[in-house]
């Protein structure tokens, strides 16, 4: 076994322990507070399973476990979405500044939402989050084509005229604001059963996807030139890549809001961890992805309880934070 494999198996074996006992802690606690209930290990491996079976939980334990599981697989599985996004959009737009939040996609996909909440429209409200977050990127990518900076700028002018077109509707629908707006500002609190197994089927197919192409992936990072010296179709595969990572980000703003930066922090620490080959690349930037949003939910959770912060707000300071660091820095 080479050092770099070595390496590699270290950081993704590593991840999926930390993952897992983040996720451990987040089922067990609600917060770090006398008053918050605790759920033991056993009474959250039998909630488990009881979801698993299909069996109704019985005690009021495990009734609370049952819901902070599937709220903290929606939140594992939102991550891993929202950092496969970031990747496939990064590697295929040649910026490592852009992610589902700054090119405007997740506010697209969440207007989308709202208008077939807002207006009843027939159908999955999914698929209507989808449909206007591949509008909101076509937008974005046609305004700042050619330009690393354009793009990202495209796509801050596309969230704000989104964000009006959201308060329009919003203020047409003044009998839900608060709800919306909590959701707007993401919020795993919804989670359910049916919405995580529709995201566990996205990410499956997104992440099995990835991986059996992932030689092109890193041959796209070589340029277009490179790409068609060897047969590749870089434009058909350009385009499938983008519509599925506007996919993975519209399950999640569909279901949780906007939750921002994550596909722009995992794909970054994952590269700086093991480098630019997407074997490896996309499952660290999965599993990186995915205890941002676990770690962070839970910090909304307990911050201010029994109060709870929406995790947009806490995904935004961070990734704010971070993302001025790689502009100052010159990351990019």
């Not at 529709?198 to 890193?218: A, G, N, P, S």
């Amino acid at each position: 076994m080479t050092k770099g494999k070595g390496k590699n198996i270290i950081f993704i074996g590593g991840g999926i322990v930390l993952l897992l006992f983040t996720m451990l802690l987040a089922v067990s606690f609600s917060a770090f507070s006398r008053d918050a209930i605790f759920i033991s290990p056993t009474q959250s491996w039998m909630a488990f399973v009881h979801i698993i079976t299909g069996v109704s939980p019985t005690s009021v334990s495990e009734k609370i476990a049952v819901f902070r599981i599937q709220r903290v697989l929606a939140a594992t599985l939102a991550g891993g979405l929202l950092a496969m996004g970031g990747v496939l959009y990064q590697t295929n737009l040649m910026n490592p500044l852009v992610d589902p939040y700054l090119l405007g996609v997740s506010a697209g996909a969440s207007l989308g939402a709202v208008i077939a909440y807002r207006f009843h429209l027939p159908g999955p409200t999914w698929i209507y989050a989808f449909i206007f977050s591949l509008v909101a990127f076509a937008f974005s990518y046609t305004l700042g084509k050619g330009n690393r900076l354009k793009i990202v700028l495209a796509g801050v002018v596309i969230s704000s005229l989104v964000s009006a077109a959201i308060t329009l509707v919003l203020i047409m629908w003044n009998d839900s604001l608060h709800n919306i707006l909590a959701w707007l500002m993401g919020s795993f609190a919804m989670a359910d059963g049916n919405k995580v197994f529709l995201q566990f089927v996205v990410f499956e197919f997104v992440f099995i996807f990835l991986l059996i192409t992932h030689r092109v992936l890193d041959i796209m990072l070589l340029g277009d030139e490179v790409a068609h010296s060897v047969g590749i179709d870089i434009h058909i595969y350009r385009t499938v890549f983008l519509i599925i990572a506007s996919l993975a980000a519209a399950i999640v703003a569909a279901f949780y809001g906007i939750v921002s930066f994550v596909g722009l922090m995992a794909p970054h620490m994952a590269r700086i961890l093991v480098g630019d080959k997407h074997l490896i690349k996309v499952p660290l930037s999965v599993l990186l992805g995915a205890i941002l949003l676990v770690i962070g939910d839970f910090f909304s959770r307990a911050a201010l309880y029994p109060m709870e912060i929406p995790i947009g707000v806490f995904t935004s300071v961070v990734g704010g934070i971070f993302f001025l660091y790689l502009v100052v820095r010159g990351d990019w």
